[in-house]
Nanobody, 122 residues
Framework: QVQLVESGGGSVAAGGSLRLSCAVS????????MGWFRQAPGKEREFVAA????????YYLNSVAGRFTISRDGAKNTVYLQMNSLKPEDTAVYYC???????????????WGQGTQVTVSS
């Protein structure tokens, strides 16, 4: 089992920045893919970003590429999502996720955190 706990959500004006954190613990996850999903009001959950824990290779939803950066800190067992140039359409509950394969983490992740609310005002 892998446990994921998100933090760092909040409210920010359009154009602002937030950094989300995800503390990872449990079964060995060094070969896992970690990532972020989000769910906006009235919309389906969607893949936002993922990272290979082993080599740091990152993947992004096209609409956030260039604005969001996913990273991980091995010493702190933490995954981050740096969100810059935030837009009102980024408003959603953001979830930290994990899986053993990229195809899984970007579609139906095996592990989910509790979620953290991000609200971007216009």
């Amino acid at each position: 089992q892998v446990q994921l706990v998100e933090s760092g959500g909040g409210s920010v004006a359009a154009g602002g920045s937030l950094r989300l954190s995800c503390a990872v613990s449990g079964r060995s996850f060094s070969s896992y893919f970690m990532g972020w999903f989000r769910q906006a009001p009235g919309k389906e959950r969607e893949f936002v970003a993922a990272i290979s824990w082993s080599d740091g290779t990152a993947y992004y939803l096209n609409s956030v590429a260039g604005r969001f950066t996913i990273s991980r800190d091995g010493a702190k067992n933490t995954v981050y999502l740096q969100m810059n140039s935030l837009k009102p359409e980024d408003t959603a509950v953001y979830y930290c996720v994990a899986a053993m394969q990229f195809a899984v983490v970007r579609s139906i992740p095996n592990y989910w955190g509790q979620g953290t609310q991000v609200t971007v005002s216009s």
